[in-house]
């Protein structure tokens, strides 16, 4: 499955951005999808995940509550809107897609097959 991640840019602290995701070359909803973010210089990290059905989703603790990942399998596309946008935030975000067994979200990066290529989100403070 090939990824296109786009919505990236520059916001503002406190501001919002919507990611999406969009897959195509297979049958999306059968992937479980995932968004991970590296800083420069510091390691990937998981940020959301969600099911291929859409029902289980799973969040970072530094996110929680202010991200929110969904999905249109009918669109082949995955979305995190982030809200409350801080400059920690800052990061190339990548998706990612899995094919997994069950109805489930990973959030380990070696559990995923597929990567996007990446979209910048820059906070200023």
């Known amino acids: 499955v090939q990824l296109q991640a786009s919505g990236g840019g520059l916001v503002q602290a406190g501001g919002s951005l919507r990611l999406s995701c969009a897959a195509s070359g297979r049958t999306f909803s059968n992937y479980a999808m995932g968004w991970f973010r590296q800083a420069p210089g510091k390691e990937r990290e998981f940020v959301a995940s969600?099911?291929?059905?859409?029902?289980?989703?799973y969040y970072a603790d530094s996110v929680k509550g202010r991200f929110t990942i969904s999905r249109d399998n009918a669109k082949s596309t995955v979305y995190l809107q982030m809200n409350i946008l801080k400059p920690e935030d800052t990061a190339v975000y990548y998706c990612?897609?899995?094919?997994?067994?069950?109805?489930?979200?990973?959030?380990?990066?070696?559990?995923?097959?597929?990567w996007g290529q990446g979209t910048q989100v820059t906070v200023s403070s």
């Open positions: 969600i099911s291929w059905s859409g029902r289980t989703t």
């Open positions: 990612a897609a899995d094919l997994p067994y069950s109805d489930y979200a990973p959030a380990h990066s070696y559990e995923y097959e597929y």
